[in-house]
């Protein structure tokens, strides 16, 4: 293995470091207290988002398998910085959690997972890549191992997983079977939109919208999102969906760019479908972990909107979009976790009140959902904006609209939780919460980042200068 | 004079008062801060006299420009003329009186302030904005401000009114949208400036004026999407009310005009008739829904829908006469239903209800407030000498332009609509104010305090002011008129 292997699997590495790291020190220092195994690894994690800022060559290794370009460094490395989130927010729920080692160990096993999808330049290692990171999680999502509805969500997730697996599967090999090969460059050349690939194609779409619930397909999300631990949620809704979706963006524009006119219509449906029912369903729930899972749903359906762009600017969108999300949906959950962890509630009319003796965490909730309902001067609204520009591109004025007029519904559900945070007042409202230094630190970051990544044009204008790569091979 | 101070002065202030402590500081840094935004208008008002004496032509004066996403053509670009101007100077008028009545505000005063002076950022960036995607980022900022200021500090059904509030405001807005994406897919930019230079194919403009006049509309109360309007300005807490009736409403009509009317000329012909009926319905109908009412609130927030339905009429007409009284009907308008709103709030603050059969003869212990009161009424009935009535003869005047029945009718309409407004406005004045004591318990109550005292003196100074010498402000306004009166005549005629 070369040095320039080494350095365009870096991140890879990195995190591969991490988890045998972990196993020594759980192997060999038993007696470690969590707190200990939670400070180190969080400076390692922190260390990895700040070794993923050094950009990276275009590569290709293992004969195509594995290509890298600043665009995926950059992407791989949002992922990075959510795992870290992640793993701040967690704090709370971990410290008393007797298997932090192999919390962690898990994470990062789906982590390299979804680099190694990411990066993949043949199905093949698409799926190996996609395999790798779903098997822990559905381990990860029953980790609440009191709770049976922990075990419950992870047995949906099984199923649900392995079923759209399986249409991958299928999928990968009808595809195999029209065109001799798996790989990305040579599998563009070769299609041309015949009836058999058509049905490849439905099959391999219906896969990627069960991984993003994107809605006929995501009747999985709200059970596995309630009953996994609130930090698994977090890290389902936005790392594992943020990681398929750059993936899907590059199958579809790379491998299955012949067929551009064919899916643009089917994706303009799922996209629909997806904001209608995500916010439909979103409206009446009185959890807020469910909440949270429909409006996920909604979300794909935005996201999608910008991948249907197909241009460069769509590309752009949709990874400027994931940065958002990553920075509004943690925030989110992390007041959901919080709470959850030091009091036990989970519904909307418990957080009546919160503001009384809860004002920066109050404030925290109200400004992420306020970025992931699309107002400004949240990033939210920028994201939300660009998007739908990207998708008004190929002219569809009818879907923009039913895209408009979704946000304003989306709005609705957001804005009953602000209400009952700041306006409503119970006769018990939540005590003072002490909120420990690392969700601090997560929280300060996510408001920052909510409040800077759409101001600032830079980032956008970063993102931007990065993609366009996907039409180059 | 570098306009983004405008945006800068309220958000440095609201960063101010974040870090105060004590109920004191607070409200005079607020003080502070709306002072120094009224006297950067005036400041501006003066630049810009002297640049026009100066002989400066250019459309938009104070321009300045930097890329904001540069690979997707946004631009934050801001300039000013006349009619910004005067929305600037109207905003900060409102602004400081707004403050001033706040005084009484005791739970979460901080919180209560530093949304207010985000709103007011809102509204200047909104009047500056010469591009539309920046424009349309500040229209769209007030949303949480609002909501939260109903919500938390307002009265009655708050929370539905302040729910309602904002997801008819958020549906405006995304019918907005789409009429952006579509000027810009046609033009290729946001720019306000350029897209008035390209002309829009006639095909565009006839699919999306609908969206972005309906969606303006929305916030102007045109009709049938008013019905926010009553629920919002009623429920919303005193300075919240005069914003939203004084500023708020005004975006709606200044985007109407700045954006939908002059960059689709050609479709603003098309559908002038539609918006003349729709203008009228909204004059008379909120006319006559204003005599059913007995909440003191409720006549004013009705009353508004009356009266921006002459914004919109104004509009409509297309006439350089009466798109001018449609502007100088939003400064009319802005000043005058701050200063009613004003006089109610400190009306209820005493005696607690706003009803009008369970108040009467508060001239006798209220002497200050009851003339403010009065003075507001005289000046929505339309009487000489104050602004309401230049406005109004204005849009009149420039309405009996339009030759052609229905335009006519409209017109004459709207002129007996003023008599059902004075009938209303007569009967809540005579009801409260004149006449015996109607509550023995009304004996003790005190009468304006110094800083309800100066809210008061401002606003009736500025309706005077327009009342008096109205030549000062048309004389603001024309420059800005013109150009839209000449795309407008430069316009083919489709019929």
């Known amino acids: 293995m070369g040095a320039d292997v080494i350095f365009s699997l870096r991140q890879e590495l990195m995190v591969t470091a991490i988890v045998f790291i972990l196993l020594v020190m759980k192997v060999g220092m038993a007696e470690l207290r969590t707190g200990v195994i939670l400070n180190v690894v969080n400076l390692l994690l922190l260390a990895n988002v700040i070794l993923g800022c050094l950009g990276g060559p275009v590569s290709v290794a293992f004969n195509g398998m594995f290509h890298t370009n600043p665009l995926i460094v950059l992407e791989k490395n949002m992922l990075n910085l959510a795992t870290l989130l992640v793993s701040l927010l967690a704090y709370d729920w971990l410290k008393g959690h007797r298997h932090v080692a192999e919390f962690y160990m898990l994470l990062l096993a789906t982590l390299t997972g979804f680099f190694f999808m990411i990066s993949a330049g043949n199905l093949l290692m698409f799926y190996l890549g996609l395999e790798l990171s779903t098997i822990p999680l559905a381990a990860l999502s029953s980790f609440d191992l009191e709770k049976r509805q922990s075990s419950e969500g992870a047995m949906k997730f099984i199923l649900s997983a392995a079923f759209s697996s399986a249409l991958l599967l299928f999928g990968i090999s009808l595809l195999y079977g029209a065109t001799g090969t798996l790989d990305f460059g040579v599998l563009s050349r070769r299609l041309d939109g015949s009836a058999y690939q058509l049905f490849a194609f439905i099959l391999i779409l219906s896969g990627f919208a069960f991984k993003v619930s994107a809605a006929p397909f995501h009747f999985w999300t709200a059970d596995v999102y309630e009953g996994s631990p609130v930090p698994v949620t977090a890290y389902l809704s936005v790392v594992s969906k943020g990681a398929v979706f750059f993936i899907f963006i590059q199958v579809l524009y790379i491998v299955f760019k012949p067929m551009a006119i064919n899916w643009y219509k089917i994706l303009v449906l799922l996209s629909v479908l997806s904001m209608t029912v995500g916010n439909l369903f979103a409206l009446r729930q009185e959890r807020l972990k469910r909440l949270l899972a429909f409006s996920s749903v909604a979300q794909s359906g935005f996201i999608l909107a910008g991948v249907i762009g197909s241009s460069r600017a769509g590309e752009a969108s949709v990874v400027y979009f994931i940065l958002i999300y990553i920075f509004s949906n943690l925030a989110a959950f992390g007041v959901v976790s919080l709470i959850s962890a030091q009091t036990g509630k989970e519904g909307i009319r418990d957080y009546r009140g919160l503001y009384t003796n809860n004002k920066a965490l109050s404030w925290v909730m109200a400004i992420s959902l306020f970025s992931l309902a699309g107002i400004p001067p949240t990033a939210g609204f920028f994201g939300k904006f660009f998007l739908l520009l990207a998708g008004a591109g190929k002219g569809n004025y009818v879907f923009i609209g039913i895209a408009a007029l979704n946000m304003v519904v989306s709005l609705y559900y957001y804005l009953r939780v602000v209400k009952a945070i700041f306006m409503d007042t119970p006769d018990e409202p939540i005590g003072k919460l002490n909120i420990p230094l690392m969700p601090n630190i997560a929280f300060v970051i996510c408001v920052v980042g909510i409040m800077v990544t759409g101001l600032a044009g830079g980032v956008y204008a970063y993102i931007y200068s990065l993609s366009g790569g996907l039409y180059g091979y | ?495």
């Not at chain 2, 699919?207 to 919303?236: C, E, K, Q, Y």
Request: glycine share 10%; proline share 4%.
């Open chain 2, 1 to 495: 004079m570098n306009l983004s101070l405008l945006i800068l002065a309220p958000l440095i202030t609201a960063v101010a008062v974040l870090f105060c402590g004590g109920l004191n500081r607070i409200r005079w840094v607020s003080l502070a801060g709306v002072t120094a935004q009224l006297a950067l208008a005036f400041v501006l008002l003066v630049l810009y006299w002297r640049e026009r004496t100066g002989g400066n032509e250019a459309a938009m004066l104070f321009q300045s420009r930097f890329a904001w996403f540069p690979a997707l053509n946004i631009w934050y670009h801001v300039g000013v003329d006349g009619i910004s101007v005067v929305m600037i100077l109207l905003t900060a008028f409102v602004m400081l009186a707004a403050v001033l009545v706040s005084w009484r505000i005791g739970t979460m005063v901080k919180e209560f302030f530093v949304l207010l002076l985000l709103l007011s950022a809102g509204a200047y960036g909104f009047f500056i904005s010469l591009d539309l995607f920046t424009l349309f980022f500040f229209l769209e900022i007030s949303v949480i401000p609002k909501f939260l200021l109903i919500g938390v500090w307002g009265s009655g059904r708050k929370e539905y009114s302040a729910m309602k509030l904002a997801l008819m405001l958020m549906a405006g807005s995304a019918l907005v949208f789409i009429g952006l994406l579509g000027l810009y897919y046609s033009v290729g930019s946001f720019d306000w400036q350029q897209i008035s230079r390209t002309p829009v194919p006639v095909a565009v403009q006839r699919i999306f004026f609908p969206f972005l006049f309906v969606g303006f509309g929305v916030f102007t109360a045109l009709f049938p999407l008013h019905t926010w309007v009553p629920d919002g300005h009623s429920s919303a807490p005193t300075a919240a009310s005069m914003f939203l009736a004084g500023i708020s409403m005004k975006l709606g009509g200044y985007g109407c005009l700045r954006v939908a009317v002059f960059l689709m000329p050609e479709a603003a012909k098309e559908y002038s008739p539609a918006i003349i009926l729709l203008a009228t319905i909204a004059i008379v109908y909120g006319a006559f829904a204003t005599m059913m009412q007995k909440d003191l609130k409720y006549i004013n927030a009705y009353s508004s829908i009356s009266h921006c339905g002459f914004i919109l009429l104004g509009i409509g007409m297309l006439t350089q006469t009466a798109m001018t009284g449609a502007v100088m009907q939003m400064i009319s308008h802005g000043l005058m239903t701050a200063l009613f709103f004003a006089a109610i709030g400190m009306i209820y603050d005493r005696t607690h209800t706003r009803m009008v059969d369970r108040l009467g003869g508060l001239l006798k212990v209220m002497p200050y407030i009851s003339t403010v009161f009065v003075i507001a009424g005289l000046c929505s009935l339309g009487l000489p000498g104050l602004s309401g009535f230049v406005a109004e003869i204005t849009v009149f005047m420039g309405s009996w332009q339009r030759t052609g029945g229905m335009y006519r009718l409209a017109t004459i309409l709207a002129c007996a609509s003023i008599v059902i407004t004075a009938v209303y406005i007569l009967r809540a004045t005579g009801q409260t104010i004149m006449g015996p004591l109607k509550d023995p318990k009304y004996n003790g109550l005190t009468d304006a305090s110094w800083n309800e005292r100066l809210a008061g003196i401002l606003l009736v100074g500025g309706i005077v002011a327009i009342g008096i010498a109205p030549y000062w402000l048309s004389n603001l306004l024309t420059p800005g008129i013109r150009p839209i009166v000449d795309s407008l005549g430069k316009a083919i005629n489709i019929k």
